[in-house]
């Protein structure tokens, strides 16, 4: 099976548990892992072929803008079953969310969420 990999997809959104992650929001990160088959695409050198990851970058941000979820578990949730009822191609998603600044006193680190789905 072959794979489309979306990397660095940028968001800002208000997604978190706390109340001033709801109000200020925050910046978080989706990488993507498309499986389907490529080879039509491989032949014909046409969009309709395969996935078009403009509609799925958007489809994303989208998502991250207008949710108002208190876990990212549910946001990336949401993004995998999104992706998989628009694109028919696509047999299995992997979904990683990462909130790069979570608000948790003396902690610099990275916050990530990885789902696995298939239809």
Known sequence: MDCIHLTGISCYGYIGYLPEEKVLGQWFEVDLKLWLDLS????????????????????????????????????????????????????????????????????KGKISIEITRYK
């Not at 990336?76 to 990462?98: E, P, W, Y």
């Open 40 to 107: 039509q695409a491989a032949e014909s050198d046409a969009i309709e072929d395969t996935v078009d990851y403009r509609n799925v970058i958007n489809l994303v941000q989208n998502l991250v803008k207008t949710s108002k979820f208190d876990l990212l578990e549910r946001l990336a949730g949401a993004i995998a079953d999104a992706i998989l009822q628009q694109n028919d191609m696509v047999s299995q998603i992997q979904v990683m969310v990462i909130k790069p600044a979570a608000p948790i006193p003396d902690f």
